[in-house]
């Protein structure tokens, strides 16, 4: 079994940076896209930013030019630097993998900006 776990969030400033990490163990087959992943209280899970196995990124406008998503293959790690913190990033944050064998979430992070 895939297990995925996050870590690095917490109760931050609006304006400072934390990073997130998200490590993956088990059986891990092929890797392909890894993502993270947001859910605000009473809001829908979106994507925040994404990563492709040949390290092609995409980013949700509101957090474009603030966070930075980047992977290390050969630890099976994931990261996402997020500067300038806002209000509005206050969410919980949830790292996604998809392999050749299928789709795995990680428990999730809390991430609170106090404004």
């Known amino acids: 079994q895939v297990q995925l776990v996050e870590s690095g969030g917490g109760l931050v400033q609006a304006g400072r940076s934390l990073r997130l990490s998200c490590a993956a163990s088990?059986?891990?087959?092929?890797?392909?896209?890894m993502g993270w992943y947001r859910q605000a209280p009473g809001k829908q899970r979106e994507l925040v930013a994404g990563?492709?196995?040949?390290?092609?990124?995409n980013y949700a406008d509101s957090v474009k030019g603030r966070f930075t998503i980047s992977r290390d293959n050969a630890k099976n790690t994931l990261y996402l630097q997020m500067n300038s913190l806002k209000f509005e990033d206050t969410a919980v944050y949830y790292c996604?993998?998809?392999?050749?064998?299928?789709?795995?979430w990680g428990q999730g992070t809390q991430v609170t900006v106090s404004s």
């Open positions: 996604k993998m998809a392999t050749s064998r299928g789709v795995y």
């Open positions: 088990g059986r891990i087959f092929s890797i392909n896209n």
């Open positions: 990563i492709s196995s040949g390290g092609s990124t």
